[in-house]
């Protein structure tokens, strides 16, 4: 199969150091925090947040955010987007706690085809610890693989799907594992048909597996403390859509990377997400 020459690239980037929802102790929106987004024709964005609190419940010592968008001159590249999201000094509670949490997602899209290299470099937690306890990470940031071969979309290849099927049954094969963990494991890929467009969602994570000397329990990237709530560590999300038509390549992949998700429960509710990064740029026709 031919790749299609593609004479346009459509750049688009988002950042996000924080966000989210309290209910208790207090009601508190969160607000997008260093909130950086790219515009169709690349360049180049960055936000800064210096100090961040709700109360004494949540923040953050600094946080910043950067999108870039650019043409490589070098042979064989096409369009470069690069997208990252830093949170350092965390503190949720004095139970969660990170000296720095960094996402960061780059993708190149090729003059000739629509499915995109990616990588994950610089993607890291530094000093996690629940309770004053570290957190041991399986950190893989070459979890998704290399591009697929002939344009075809990412979801469905083997090696990618042999890796996070093994996450789903470290997941859903350890014993007691919660309700709200095992259902939102329950499937590998999720295919939604809306107006006639198709998409398909794969979510796993860069961490096979959490470990530790803290208080809760591990469930392969994700920590149930009690008296806090679940703690999720960087969620990746792909979703392919907008299919070429005649054909399953997706002429849109979407990488969307949440380094740190809580879902609260007890002294603390609500939700709130972390160094978030989302890559998806198209190629026109």
Same mark, same amino acid.
């Given at each position: ?6 004479? %346009? ?8 150091a ?5 209910t ?32 004494? /419940? ?8 950067? /999108?870039a ?89 083997s090696g ?5 099927q %093994? ?5 859903l ?7 709200? /963990? ?36 591990c ?8 008296n ?6 960087? /969620? ?45 740029g198209?190629?026109?026709?």
């Open positions: 199969m031919s790749d299609q020459i593609i004479e %346009r690239h459509l750049y688009h980037a988002e950042a996000t924080l966000g989210g929802h309290l208790l102790p207090l009601d508190q929106q969160i607000h997008p925090q260093a909130y950086a987004t790219l515009g169709a024709d690349g360049g180049y964005l960055s936000q800064r947040s210096e100090f961040f609190a709700i109360e004494e /419940v949540m923040r953050y010592e600094t946080a910043y955010t950067q /999108v968008g650019n043409v490589d001159t070098k042979a064989g590249h096409g369009w470069n987007t690069l997208v990252s999201s830093v949170v350092e000094g965390l503190n949720i509670l004095d139970v969660l706690t990170a000296d720095r949490v960094v996402a960061q997602i780059s993708t190149d899209h090729p003059r000739a085809g629509y499915i995109p290299t990616v990588t994950f470099l610089g993607t890291r937690f530094e000093g996690l610890r629940i309770a004053g306890h570290p957190v041991h990470l399986d950190l893989d940031v070459n979890l998704v693989g290399d591009r697929p071969a002939n344009d075809a979309p990412y979801i469905g290849q990618l799907m042999d890796r996070v %093994r996450q789903h049954d470290r997941i094969g350890a014993p007691d594992v919660p309700a709200e /963990v095992a259902s939102r494991f329950k499937e590998m890929t999720t295919t939604t048909q809306a107006g006639g467009n198709q998409s398909a969602a794969l979510e796993c994570s860069l961490v096979n597996q959490a470990s530790g000397g803290h208080p809760g329990r469930f392969g990237h994700v920590i149930d403390v009690p806090f709530g679940k703690i999720y560590l960087a /969620v990746l999300r792909v979703e392919e859509s907008d299919y070429k038509p005649g054909t399953t390549t997706p002429r849109s992949t979407t990488f969307s990377l949440s380094m740190i998700e809580c879902k609260f429960g007890c002294s603390i509710a609500g939700n709130a997400s972390m160094a978030r990064a989302v890559v998806n198209q190629g026109q026709p």
